[in-house]
């Protein structure tokens, strides 16, 4: 399970590095200005970079795609690929999972190739550098996922658990309809109706001896 654990980090790093391709492949650090402070936003509006509309664009289309990093591909790999059962198995899985993932987030790109490069300074709001190029932020800013990752797991496997629940109780449902049938008859009934099956069988027994005869 451990290196099963490992590998799906790794796969889900290769995606969030493919997540960060999309956002700026063609725009430049443009294209990931929804994740900087509000001040760098509104000097970017100002300077015509880009319009917000584009920037509201941007926060949707880039909010989809981490939901199905941060969710759904997560929770495709705990339930349908490590069969995961129970509500502990769930949560701690799925927690390791984000975590797995938000150090590549934190290390590669936020530390190294955020704060330690130039890549994403914008030109025309160097002034505001200070507001986010710092690791100190970026630090403070994924401790405090620690906690909120915790509850997301909670929930995801709270989720999760209600699916299953509902759907054993749907099975026992129907086990119980499809027992209770016979449940309107009286044993005169039932039994009569032994007799016809038990005539019927016989009769297609005698059948099939008279015509191998």
Known sequence: MLLKIIIEILILWVIFALFMEILVRKRGPIG??????????????????????GLKNQKICSSILLIAIDLIIPFIMIVFINGAQSYWDLIWQYYVLFMGQELYDWFIVDIWWVTLTDWWVIPGIEDLNYLWHDPKIKFFNKIKLIPISAVLAIIVGGGNQREKAREKNLKKQQQQQKGNKNSGLSNLQRKEKDAEIMRQKQAAAAAKKAGGK
């Open 32 to 53: 990931g200005i929804q994740y900087y402070e509000k001040a760098v936003q509104e000097r970017a509006i100002e300077l015509g970079l880009i319009t917000r509309k």
